[in-house]
């Protein structure tokens, strides 16, 4: 067979681009292909606006948090200036990394040699460098990738020519409007690493096909299956709406005020591409931030937000802590279902499936994911 699009062949692709009704899913060498994962990284990942940090995890000049990106230690950074930069975290001397972890600091300084950076990354002392001619100072300036605050969020792009994340996902904003996203704060923060490609996570969070089976008494009695829906998209986004069975608020915190009633109720599993996934109910956001590591590698922190104003509610720290220990049980059974997944990927027979009507989301998502992967 002819491969084409680092081992995708035209049949493979073919089944991909019909109609949702005919379509079937990405070939496993989409999954599996380290080249596959090298041309997404260049076509897509290092492209693609990526979701860092909440500006509650940066609330004070000063404050960083720091994380590796394909390969490139950053730092988000929350300058005495007052701006969010993203930038990188290895020292200009001799590539040093300059700092590690959360925090708060006046000054970045180098462990190995003493060289100084500001929160804007400016070289503010470089020790015992007299004699270095034509060297300044002044001249030196940690590079920074361009960086939007959208909702809350703090993400970054390591493209300099790409086009701004708000316009292509504004229907998606006014969507969820009512929620008032930008208002939450982090509140608990779950870290997993698991062996597996990152779009098998991504895939799973955008359908609930799957809550007969790996969800049968969790998710599944609470929102069937059946009932959920997929809007048309005008941009890189999907939303899966999932509507409750029961006419009774979810436990837990109370609804934001000036959500309708089925918007307090239902639940929400919101992406904007590559992997940008939001579960949105009520008062209640789980922010999914993906990190792939590899063809079979990924670190995942899932971090549980809620109203910034609910923190002083009485109880608050025991709600925050039962949200966090039921995410944790549905990720675990997720866990199980994606496992059994990439055993299947990796075995010489598999070939594509089909897909459901109830996966429309994945549809959405692998004809956004082609035109990235087939663009010069």
């Not at 930008?182 to 990152?198: G, I, P, R, Y």
């Not at 048309?232 to 006419?247: F, K, Q, R, Y």
């Not at 089925?262 to 929400?268: G, H, N, P, V």
Request: net charge negative; aromatic share 10%.
């Amino acid at each position: 067979m002819t491969k084409t699009l680092a081992g995708l062949t035209p049949e493979e692709i073919g089944r991909v681009r019909k109609p949702l009704e005919q379509a079937y899913t990405l070939p496993p060498a989409a999954y599996l292909d380290e080249d596959v994962y090298a041309r997404e990284t260049d076509q897509i990942l290092r492209k693609s606006w990526l979701p860092l940090a909440r500006i509650d995890q940066i609330a004070t000049p000063g404050d960083f948090v720091s994380l590796d990106l394909f390969g490139q230690p950053v730092m988000v950074v929350h300058g005495h200036d007052g701006e969010v930069r993203v930038m990188s975290r290895t020292c200009l001397h001799r590539a040093a990394l300059l700092a590690d972890g959360n925090g708060n600091r006046k000054l970045f300084t180098c462990p190995y040699h003493a060289w100084s950076y500001d929160t804007s990354g400016q070289l503010v002392r470089a020790p015992l460098m007299d004699g270095a001619e034509e060297f300044a100072e002044s001249n030196c300036r940690l590079p920074q990738l361009r960086t939007e605050i959208w909702e809350g969020f703090v993400l970054a792009n390591f493209d300099p020519d790409a086009a701004p994340f708000a316009p292509p996902v504004e229907t998606f904003r006014k969507y969820f409007e009512k929620f008032r996203l930008a208002d939450m704060k982090v509140v608990h923060t779950l870290e997993f690493e698991s062996e597996w490609n990152w779009k098998v996570l991504v895939e799973n969070f955008m359908e609930a096909y799957h809550h007969i089976a790996t969800h049968s008494e969790t998710f599944e009695p609470a929102y069937h299956a059946r009932d959920s829906r997929v809007p048309d998209n005008d941009g890189p986004w999907s939303i899966l709406h999932m509507p409750a069975a029961h006419e009774e608020l979810p436990p837990g915190l109370p609804p934001l005020e000036g959500l309708e009633d089925w918007q307090a109720r239902d639940l929400f599993a919101a992406a904007i591409f590559p992997h940008f996934l939001l579960g949105i109910q009520g008062s209640v956001v789980t922010w999914y931030q993906v990190f792939p590591q590899g063809a079979g590698k990924l670190h995942l922190k899932i971090h549980i937000c809620g109203p910034a104003a609910y923190s002083e509610m009485e109880g608050f720290e025991e709600i925050a802590e039962g949200m966090a220990l039921m995410v944790s049980a549905i990720h675990h059974e997720d866990i199980g279902a994606n496992d059994l997944v990439w055993q299947g990927l990796n075995a010489p027979m598999t070939r594509q499936g089909r897909l459901s009507p109830l996966e429309k989301a994945i549809w959405q998502y692998n004809q956004w994911w082609l035109d990235k992967m087939e663009a010069p």
